[in-house]
T-cell receptor, first 114, second 109 residues
């Protein structure tokens, strides 16, 4: 079974702190994604990566950055956390294919910024 | 750019009743369409997907969806709801990784 793990299920941080959210997948997938999930808005894509050291902005990259130094690990960084970044963060991975690649999701990290 | 619209943020059905969750998309190219389910305190998992070929797609737990190009729709159905189907359901257009806002399904005994 594909497994995507996220470093924390719940996280509480203070405004202005630098926050790291870690995601690891064990299926040698090329593609990795970070979404945030908010009620009524569904999932919104923050950043994604198709290869090591490669990153692309999604729909809402402002206030976030990412790092992918190894194929299995994709980190989301909040340089200076703000209260409007309180949300559920979901990581996903997939392998490219001609059939439309399925994304496999981690359990999510619920981040609260005070 | 593509977009996904899920009609109805909340749907409530009785156990044993038909489940119908609506999804419409806009796309300038043939889409890859997905339905995912999210149970409480869990990540999303794939229910079913349409890529090419047969327009009626069967998924896990008795769910199915039909791709209707003329209506730009990909509605999710299940003939008989079960209590365990209570969850949030997301429609997605995979080509540019866009998700709908989600529909929360409640199943009443």
């Amino acid at each position: 079974d594909v497994k995507v793990t996220q470093s924390s299920r719940y996280l509480v941080k203070r405004t202005g702190e630098k926050v790291f959210l870690e995601c690891v997948q064990d299926m040698d997938h090329e593609n990795m994604f970070w979404y945030r999930q908010d009620p009524g808005l569904g999932l919104r894509l923050i950043y994604f990566s198709y290869d090591v050291k490669m990153k692309e902005k999604g729909d809402i990259p402002e206030g976030y950055s990412v790092s992918r130094e190894k194929k299995e690990r994709f980190s989301l960084i909040l340089e200076s956390a703000s209260t409007n970044q309180t949300s559920m963060y979901l990581c996903a991975s997939s392998s490219p294919g001609t059939g439309g690649d399925t994304q496999y999701f981690g359990p999510g990290t619920r981040l609260t910024v005070l | 750019a593509q977009s996904v619209t899920q009609l109805g943020s909340h749907v409530s059905v009785s156990e044993g009743a038909l489940v119908l969750l609506r999804c419409n998309y806009s796309s300038s190219v043939p889409p890859y369409l997905f339905w995912y389910v999210q149970y409480p305190n869990q990540g999303l998992q794939l229910l079913l997907k349409y890529t090419t070929g047969a327009t009626l797609v069967k998924g896990i737990n008795g769910f199915e969806a039909e791709f209707k190009k003329s209506e730009t729709s990909f509605h999710l159905t299940k003939p008989s709801a079960h209590m365990s189907d209570a969850a949030e359901y997301f429609c997605a257009v995979r080509n540019d990784m866009r998700f709908g806002a989600g529909t929360r399904l409640t199943v009443k005994p």
